[in-house]
């Protein structure tokens, strides 16, 4: 049985929350002013001999998303952090560790890890030892990578990731319901659904039911959140993405305010909204969230997850 927000808030609060916090201050500042944290962004730099990119990918934009123009778009749009995911363009956390070297209090990383690569076990135990990493992204969105969690491949990681006790956050479009024995083998693993399971393709075919439907199974685990990031590229509407209302009142609902995390995916559908456009989409459009709701959704709730003060 999933849980519905009233329920995990009567008797699973205290289990998430302590997974959650892991000793972070969770107040918001004594002026009052929501602190809005941005749970995903990816940055990357020109393709050239010194940053080369992988071969055969693409970014999301023709030009680079730097991190001197996200600043400026974030102080524009008002978001005072963002956690930044690697894109796969490079092989390396390089550059987003270079974002939180140099503004610690703007950047935090969710870095990428060679799943395949043997010797990767031996980074885990000191990995947040990196300034400005707060745990790993994985993705599992094509043929190959898909089946690495049914084929052994990560069988590695997860209690090795538990133990170390690295934050996971995770795309596997179409894949989310294989996480159900992960999350249930690995309790103190903090697990993270990217884009709560949907992206645009899944919502051209008309599957956004069916997939959130598999996101609020997940609910059940106090250990997995949800972000609700790339809202923009799953409408099929423009602003305020009304179509997306039903599907985000029914993932807050199963998850509460404290397993849910606001982000944008930025450069993804970047013409179709501005930065501030996709923070009042959430502060002013959702009528179902309260003001502390809001909080959580905005900022608390991912910063608590992350253990990022």
């Known amino acids: ?26 107040t918001q500042p004594a002026t009052g002013k929501r602190t809005i944290v941005d749970a995903q962004v990816h940055l990357w730099k020109a393709n050239t001999p010194d940053w080369p990119w992988v071969a055969g990918t693409r970014p999301q934009l023709p030009e680079p998303f730097t991190i001197e123009r ?19 363009l490079s092989p390396n956390n390089d550059y987003a560790l270079e974002a939180a070297r140099r503004y610690p209090d703007r950047f935090g990383v969710m870095g990428l890890i060679p799943l395949q690569d043997s010797k990767s076990a031996a980074l885990l135990p000191r ?43 995770f795309a596997a479009f179409g894949n989310t319901s294989k996480f159900a024995p992960i999350a249930e083998r690995h309790p103190g693993l903090p697990l993270m659904m990217d884009h709560m399971g949907l992206n ?15 996101a609020v199974a ?27 209302n ?44 309260s003001e502390p709701d809001k909080d959580w959704l905005m900022g608390r709730s991912i910063r608590a997850r992350l253990n990022w003060a």
């Not at 996200?70 to 963002?82: F, I, K």
């Not at 685990?221 to 009304?242: C, D």
């Open 1 to 26: 049985m999933t849980f519905t927000r009233r329920k995990f808030l009567g008797t699973t609060l205290g289990a998430g929350v302590a997974l959650a916090a892991g000793g972070c201050a969770l």
């Open 127 to 169: 990995w947040k030892d990196q300034p400005g990493m707060l745990g790993i992204r994985l993705s599992f969105n094509t043929p190959v990578s898909g089946k690495w969690l049914v084929d052994g491949t990560t069988d590695w990681f997860w209690p090795a990731a538990e133990k170390a006790g690295i934050p996971v956050t």
């Open 246 to 289: 039903e599907h985000l009142r029914r993932v807050f609902d199963a998850y509460g305010p404290q397993r849910c995390h606001w982000g944008t995916d930025i450069t993804a559908a970047f013409a179709k909204a501005t930065w501030r456009q996709r923070i009042t989409h959430v502060t002013e459009e959702l009528t179902f969230l």
């Open 70 to 88: 996200a600043l400026a778009l974030m102080d524009e749009a008002g978001v005072d952090r963002v956690v930044v995911l690697p894109p796969t």
């Open 218 to 244: 997940l609910a059940r685990y106090p250990n997995v959140s949800v972000k609700m990031t790339n809202l923009v590229n799953a409408s099929r509407e423009g602003y305020p993405y009304r179509d997306l």
């Open 200 to 214: 645009s393709v899944l919502a051209r075919e008309g599957r956004a039911a069916e997939v959130i439907a598999e």
